[in-house]
């Protein structure tokens, strides 16, 4: 069957060096982390903040991120995976049924966010000495970033995929042995995370709310899980036995989030950092 609206999906699995293949998931990862890093050295540029504290930063964020999204995808997706095989949880490999080295699979954005969140207190607290919604204020803006290239390396991977869209628009994966297009769920949530993006930044320099602390913070977890939250409804559910729920995985652990942003947001105000004499 021809589908007019729909383009094929077969991309290579990487960069190949001869000696070894750079995924292009990875390199996302790289792109992220070298484009926060950017990001961030500007806004302590403008903070007057040393650099020496922001590669102190860096390495906060960097394992964070991987450990927490590893964790998180295990808690909230494939607990069995803890006494099924729990070398899985932490290595790169699988033990069961058989030894296979399977690179790092199934991370959770959820889980992510919490780890960072714990990461910049202890980062608050012992490197910069400022409140913790100072810092979470301004990594939030990165992360935002970030999270662009990191739905981009799913779509790369033919991995979170969209549901079947029953018409002649979206991708058809190739690499799963598909016929029929999907929602391109991973470019609409990166989509979406270049807005939430731009209005981070804009809110940072262009207007005075950095100085209220929390509000750029809970501006970012309404605004990037409500992205979240809307894409859910045209991807596939990750755990299968979930698929009939009302709402899946993914959109009832962006609610919690989405309301905090909502308190963050309307208690900032009473927040103002340095604070007036």
């Not at 295990?74 to 049924?97: C, K, R």
């Not at 509000?215 to 755990?239: C, D, N, S």
């Not at 009302?246 to 009473?270: C, D, E, H, R």
Request: hydrophobic share 50%; proline share 4%; charged share 15%.
């Amino acid at each position: 069957m021809t589908h007019f609206l729909a383009y094929t999906w077969d991309p290579s699995e990487g960069i190949d060096l001869g000696f070894f293949v750079v995924r292009y998931y990875s390199l996302m990862f790289v792109v992220a982390f070298t484009l926060g890093w950017f990001i961030m050295k500007r806004i302590y540029k403008n903070e007057n903040v040393s650099e020496e504290k922001l590669d102190s930063l860096f390495i906060y964020t960097v394992i964070a991120t991987l450990l927490g999204a590893r964790l998180g995808h295990v808690i909230f997706y494939q607990t069995e995976l803890i006494w099924q095989d729990p070398l899985a949880v932490f290595l790169p490999i699988q033990t069961v049924p058989e030894f296979e080295f399977t690179g790092f699979q199934g991370l959770a954005s959820h889980g992510a966010a919490i780890a960072i969140i714990i990461a910049m207190f202890m980062y608050s607290k012992r490197i910069i000495k400022k409140p913790v919604l100072w810092i979470l204020d301004r990594i939030v803006i990165a992360v935002a970033c970030g999270g662009i290239f990191v739905r981009l390396g799913n779509f790369i991977n033919s991995e979170i995929i969209g549901k079947p869209t029953n018409s002649d628009y979206g991708v058809i994966f190739k690499q799963l042995g598909e016929t029929f297009p999907r929602h391109p769920a991973q470019l609409y949530e990166s989509a979406g995370y270049i807005i939430v993006f731009l209005i981070l930044w804009f809110i940072y320099w262009k207007t005075n709310k950095r100085q209220y602390l929390g509000y750029i913070f809970g501006a970012f977890l309404i605004l990037l899980w409500t992205v979240r939250f809307l894409v859910e409804f045209v991807k596939e559910a990750q755990v299968e036995n979930r698929a009939e729920w009302a709402l899946n995985t993914g959109q009832w652990l962006s609610i919690p989030f989405i309301l905090i942003g909502v308190y963050l947001m309307l208690q900032a105000p009473k927040r103002k950092y340095p604070k007036e004499a």
